[in-house]
């Protein structure tokens, strides 16, 4: 369906959901974070070839010596272990652009379970928060790790939730947390691409389309812009019709 569009007036609220900084961030789509993310949503040997394709010798050879030291002492030991002390050297051994992919690879080579993973989740830094959250898809099978991505759903830091939005989410998040993702990625400005598997999530979802009306209403009656983004997965929820009384299974959310 198309949607009637108006030509969006000159910002003057500056998005004040969340800081400028963020959402600059968010929407770089022509940066090294770009790359990477490509590489995250594959799969560990498509993240090694890009790692070995960008790091420099040096780097590589420090990484490597980092893959090695984690596969010979996986798991936890005591306080913390070796590995997860190379997590927090990453940025600055591999640059920030490639820290992620590096810290996503020495988690794996530490057979970083739920346990391990929560661990470094809520003891690390942002970067290293984002880094297991990237992890999740390839070292989480089931929904055990789900209240990480429910922690970082609930902070305005952009580059976490868009981290959280990853494959993960897609396969395990239940229909009622992942709307409200989806509705938190617009109010903070991250975009929907980053949503993974969202065509087909969000096919002939009436609930969805239910709330993001209601979200472009409330917009558009405090005069603010209401996002394109918003338009482009409304469009997505009326891909399929669904039969009737099966649009919205699990009822009406607010």
């Excluded at 652009?97 to 470094?120: F, K, N, P, Q, W």
């Excluded at 790790?145 to 897609?170: F, Q």
């Excluded at 009306?213 to 409304?234: I, S």
Aim: aromatic share 4%; with cysteine; net charge negative.
């Amino acid at each position: 369906m198309t949607h009637p569009r108006t030509t969006p007036p000159a910002r003057t609220d500056g998005f004040q959901d969340t800081p400028d900084i963020q959402n600059t961030q968010a929407h770089s789509t022509h940066t090294p974070q770009a790359a990477l993310d490509t590489a995250l949503a594959s799969s560990l040997k498509e993240l090694r070839r890009h790692l070995t394709a960008h790091l420099d010798p040096a780097a590589r050879a420090w990484l490597q010596h980092a893959l090695d030291e984690a596969a010979a002492h996986p798991g936890m030991h005591g306080p913390i272990s070796a590995w997860e002390l190379r997590l927090a050297e990453a940025g600055r051994r591999c640059g920030a652009a490639h820290a992620d992919a590096a810290r996503v690879l020495i988690l794996d080579a530490a057979r970083a379970g739920t346990d391990a993973l929560t661990r470094v989740y809520f003891q690390g830094t942002a970067d290293e928060r984002r880094a297991v959250l990237h992890a999740l898809p390839h070292l989480v099978s089931g929904p055990g790790a789900l209240p990480l991505v429910e922690d970082a759903l609930r902070t305005n830091d952009t580059r976490l939730l868009s981290a959280a939005v990853g494959p993960y989410a897609a396969r395990h998040l239940p229909p009622h947390d992942w709307r409200h993702a989806v509705l938190k990625c617009l109010f903070t400005g991250v975009p929907v691409d980053h949503v993974a598997d969202l065509p087909q999530r969000a096919r002939g979802d009436g609930e969805l389309a239910r709330m993001l009306g209601d979200y472009a209403a409330e917009r558009t009656a405090a005069g603010r812009t209401v996002p394109e983004d918003l338009y482009r997965v409304l469009d997505l929820t009326e891909s399929v019709t669904p039969a009737p009384g099966t649009d919205h299974p699990h009822g009406k959310e607010s």
